[in-house]
């Protein structure tokens, strides 16, 4: 069945050290995004791609580096430099034109939560 | 940043009874959309109506959009057990503009 994969569903981080999750689909979606979500909060957005090796910063950026090299994966890095990384990540996408208005009903996986040792 | 808030935050109802939320936005928008949050999982969408409808439904769901009023209203009906979960609005501008949620409601039914 087509949809997201993420992975690992649990994730810890040491200080000063980078972590990555992992964000793969199969709808053949060209946006693809990456969201925050902290306890009782809505979702803030860090980082979208429309397309393959494009991206753009979200609302909350700093302290996330992502890539988009291929259309099926866009993996998120959360750097030492992100002092507050404990947060539920979501990932999603949508879309099947490029650059296609951004607006349109997005499919997400089942997140990724990340906790601080 | 939220464009959207609902209201309430939490809502607790019987298993039958009907359940409804709310959303308001400040700007313009394109379309609103809901999406239903599991504990733990990830977003579902639910339904999308365009800023040129009303009314739509689907299934047990109703929805409303009220554009004079920056609002929208997301109606279940005959809840069961398995509606419990969160409901959040986003709001979707036109062009390049991007999705933004709002805070979400937590709707638990009651057995």
């Known amino acids: 069945d087509g949809g997201i994969t993420q992975s690992p569903k649990y994730l810890f981080r040491k200080e000063g050290q980078n972590v990555t999750l992992s964000c793969e689909q199969n709808?053949?979606?060209?946006?693809m995004y990456w969201y925050r979500q902290d306890p009782g909060q809505g979702l803030r957005l860090i980082y979208y791609?429309?397309?393959?090796?494009?991206?753009q910063k979200g609302d909350i950026a700093e302290g996330y580096s992502v890539s988009r090299e291929k259309k099926e994966s866009f993996p998120l890095t959360v750097t030492s430099a992100q002092k507050n990384p404990t947060a539920f990540y979501l990932c999603?996408?949508?879309?099947?034109?490029?650059?296609?208005?951004?607006?349109?009903?997005?499919?997400f996986g089942d997140g990724t939560r990340l906790s601080i040792l | 940043s939220q464009q959207g808030e609902e209201d309430p935050q939490a809502l607790s109802i019987q298993e039958g009874e009907n359940a409804t939320m709310n959303c308001s936005y400040k700007?313009?928008?394109?379309?609103l959309q809901w999406y239903r949050q599991n504990s733990g999982r990830g977003l579902v969408h639910l339904i999308l109506?365009?800023?040129?409808?009303r009314e739509k439904h689907s299934g047990r769901l109703r929805v409303t959009l009220d554009t004079s009023k920056k609002s929208s209203s997301l109606l279940i009906t005959a809840s069961r057990a398995a509606d419990t979960a969160s409901y959040f609005c986003?709001?979707?501008?036109?062009?390049?503009?991007?999705?933004?949620f709002g805070t979400g409601t937590r709707l638990t039914i009651i057995p």
């Open positions: 999603a996408s949508s879309g099947i034109f490029n650059r296609g208005p951004l607006n349109q009903p997005q499919h």
């Open positions: 709808l053949n979606h060209d946006a």
């Open positions: 791609s429309q397309i393959v090796n494009d991206f």
């Open positions: 700007t313009s928008i394109n379309n």
């Open positions: 109506i365009r800023s040129n409808e």
């Open positions: 986003a709001t979707g501008g036109g062009g390049n503009e991007k999705l933004t």
